[in-house]
């Protein structure tokens, strides 16, 4: 194993950096351990097909147990997934379940079928996010140049003023939008445990006739039990952040009107690894030792979200001894991610060890994945960069594709999952990306989660409304257009304001219905709070 000086050592050590994990992996790359594993080369993209990739774009947003319809009494109520009636009696059986006699070999369901499913089944998830360490690209101010001088010269002015407050801070914890008054707004964290408890204060006491339940009986884990993977930099952070949760304003009275303790988090805490010498820098590679220009110095990074199959296995396992069944897992920083009652009945009827969400892409997603057919037949999640190519994914595009990108939020079957969590986690693929920020050139090492699509034997993809389900902020500048600022200044390109200016409404709709906020005086403002 290569030895490293004694200062950078230290320095290593003193920001939570696992020694032994970095030199482990600069050893193997060294060695030409990673020189196998290639980028992902596209054959194609799966088009929505009502089987594999099923659409559920149009059905109505599920908020607090209800549809996101003004009058769905009056809408028609077509069906969104047919199955085979025989196996769907036999899978939601499993949760004292019963069906409606069968007609037909197959069965549809409609949207509020599905809900009256999912309903019940969200007693039998979990909530998970990933956090991430510090938003080092996410305030740093050369990557978020990545829609260009013009979109950020835009919003430079509010970018300066709120930049200074996210950095080196745990993402979750920093605004997930900006009031229209100019004020912060409510935290990432903040609004998925009020989701949470939303859910819970809207969840009824029993399912509904239709699909009644043929016994009785709850995990023993409360409801929706909260997960998540923190990191070495921020967990004690974050702890922190959660005993102080009560007092949120977004949280205070929905816990108290539940009796729901609003965070109550089971953690895995992921390891730091330093960042690796540029590749043109060339061979052999040697850990980055001059961030910010200083001499002995080591830029602590996460491994990628795709290390959670090894840091969250404990905790997944612990779930399902508790009799979770599934576990929803999204990024911190999408504000469309809840657990959506409708994907919850899809999986239980399917029997599927796994479904994601996927939209089509905008020219706002240049950093996540898609989804793409391999050319051997298969189908994975792409991470743009590090797995394919942004060159790559505009050539799919010009060729006519629709280019579905993934929202970075799945749920997994834990009946499938934990017994083969150690096996996904060693087989997930390791990937080298060169990045150019303020504390220097670099590369840094990843596994991303969503390449688990590669390994899984099959998995659903549902084809969402980007404006209900993918509303994320990799970048602050994504934050700030979506949040309505700098759509009126004539420096931002027009491709740019149509999607900023539809995300912004899509914000303003997850807030007010998703997330039971109201407009008040320039400020979101929970709705329990507001006097009528």
Known sequence: MRSISAPLREDMEKKGIDVSL???????????????????????????????????????????????????????????????AEKAQENLAAFGLKCPAPVSENMDFSASDLLAI???????????????????????????????????????PAFAALAPLCRDMPKGMTPAYINPDGSPGASFLELKMRARLLLA???????????????????????????QMTSRSNDATLTAYYENAISSPFLHRLAQQTGIAP??????????????SHSSEGRPKKIFDV??????????????????????????????????????????????YTPDP????????????????????????????ILIETESSGRTVADIGPAISFEAVLDLERRGYSILFNCASGIFDLDYLVPRIDEIARRLPLRFSDQDKDAGKYSQAEQVTWEVTGI??????????????????????????????????????????????????????LLRNTYGLELCDGKWTPKELISR
């Open 291 to 336: 961030a910010y220009g200083r001499q002995e110095t080591s830029l602590p990074l996460p491994g990628g979200h795709g290390q959670c199959f090894r840091v969250l296995a404990a905790v997944l396992r612990e779930l399902r001894g508790k009799g979770i069944r599934y576990a929803c897992l999204g990024n911190v920083d999408n504000l469309g």
């Open 456 to 509: 899984l034997p099959s998995f659903l993809a549902f084809a969402v409304d980007k404006r209900d389900r993918f509303i994320a902020a990799k970048l602050l500048i994504d934050t700030l257009l979506t949040s309505g600022i700098g759509i009126g200044n004539p420096s931002l390109p027009e491709n740019l304001r149509a999607t900023a200016t539809s995300l912004h409404e899509g914000l303003a709709s």
């Open 201 to 227: 204060a809207a969840s009824p006491h029993s399912p509904s006739d239709v699909f009644a339940p043929t016994r009785h009986g709850r995990p023993d884990s409360g409801f929706l039990p909260l997960f």
């Open 22 to 84: 970095t030199l482990e992996i600069l050893d193997a790359y060294n060695e030409g351990f990673y020189d196998t594993i290639e980028s992902v080369r596209a054959r194609g993209v799966p088009q929505i097909d009502g089987s594999s990739v099923i659409d559920l774009r149009g059905t109505g947003r599920v908020v607090g147990g209800s549809g996101a319809s003004d009058d769905p009494s009056s809408a028609p109520d077509p069906p969104v997934f047919t199955f085979s």
């Open 118 to 156: 999912g309903t019940t089944i969200l007693r039998f998830a979990a909530y998970g996010v990933l956090n991430g360490g510090s938003a080092t690209s996410y305030a740093d101010g050369k990557k978020n140049l990545a829609l260009g001088a013009e979109a950020f010269d835009s919003v430079a």
């Open 342 to 369: 409708v994907e919850l009945a899809v999986m239980a009827i399917s029997g599927q060890p796994a479904g994601f969400d996927f939209a089509v892409r905008t020219p706002m997603d240049v950093k996540g994945g």
């Open 263 to 276: 965070a109550p988090w089971l953690t895995g805490v992921q390891p730091m690894i330093a960042a690796y």
